[in-house]
């Protein structure tokens, strides 16, 4: 019997009804400004669609190129929930959302499942919403695709970048970092801080701490792994909830990156 991870925050974070979820993802990627690219890597915000949607869609908006190549994503994204040494894979055999069900990579997973920071469990999957909010997005992008999911807690860059190592594939693979920027600080501020980590990630520059970024681990690990296979970032969008929704007083920053190989655009 298949064992199915359920939503855990349709109806709060997006939508949980099918058609009105379709709806507010086409209309955000309708309004975004794509830039074609080849696509291998994504950071994407991960907060309730009102506030990060439209700066996730411009970063989805960007595989159109690729898109019909990509059969496996590989999503991290930071434990909210639950504590883990490591870095969680599921039990359950699939994902849902509202807009169906995709199919967790076995072949991904025996790929890695005997590292030591590699753990199973569906209890650190099972509230937390850094990866279930970007499934919407890919399912709406991507033609059918099957899920590497991995909820990251306390690890070294290099431990996520040997794992992403693991299953780097070739135009087949997507990795897909989950990540917000800074939390709660006035507007002017926000902006400022978050300008300054985005040039770290643009130079490919580690991050100190998860002040600057909540997925600063996965985005960590990322960094390392680009800089071995020879990925260049662009920034597609910055802003933060002061912009999208919500008051100035105390924003949440949130950025779409993509990561291409060598120079290509």
């Not at 074609?36 to 990060?52: E, N, R, T, W």
Request: net charge negative; glycine share 8%.
């Amino acid at each position: 019997m298949t064992s199915v991870r359920p939503p855990a925050v349709a109806g709060g974070f997006y939508p949980g009804n099918a058609s009105a979820l379709r709806r507010t993802i086409n209309e955000m990627l309708s309004a975004a400004r794509p830039r074609p690219m080849s696509v291998k890597a994504l950071i994407a915000p991960h907060a309730g669609y009102v506030y990060s949607g439209p700066v996730a869609a411009s970063g989805y908006a960007s595989l159109k190129q690729n898109a019909p190549h990509i059969r496996r994503v590989v999503l991290l994204g930071p434990t909210h929930r639950v504590a883990v040494r490591g870095l969680a894979l599921p039990e359950a055999q699939a994902f849902a959302t509202p807009l169906g069900e995709i199919k967790i990579d076995k072949d991904a997973v025996r790929a890695i499942v005997s590292l030591p920071q590699i753990v199973a469990s569906d209890h650190v999957h099972a509230l937390e919403h850094s990866l279930e909010v970007q499934l919407p997005f890919l399912q709406t992008v991507l033609d059918d695709f099957t899920l590497l999911p991995l909820a990251v807690g306390m690890a070294t860059p290099e431990e996520v970048a040997e794992v992403l190592d693991a299953v780097w594939g070739g135009p087949e693979t997507l990795i897909v970092v989950s990540s917000d920027l800074s939390h709660y600080l006035p507007y002017a501020a926000a902006q400022a801080t978050d300008r300054a980590t985005v040039d770290n990630i643009l130079h490919l520059r580690l991050l100190d701490n998860h002040e600057q970024a909540c997925g600063a681990t996965p985005i960590n690990g990322l960094l390392l792994a680009a800089r071995r296979h020879g990925l260049t970032p662009h920034l597609l969008d910055l802003r933060n909830s002061g912009d999208t929704a919500g008051s100035r007083d105390g924003v949440v920053g949130y950025a779409a990156i993509a990561f291409t190989p060598g120079d290509a655009t």
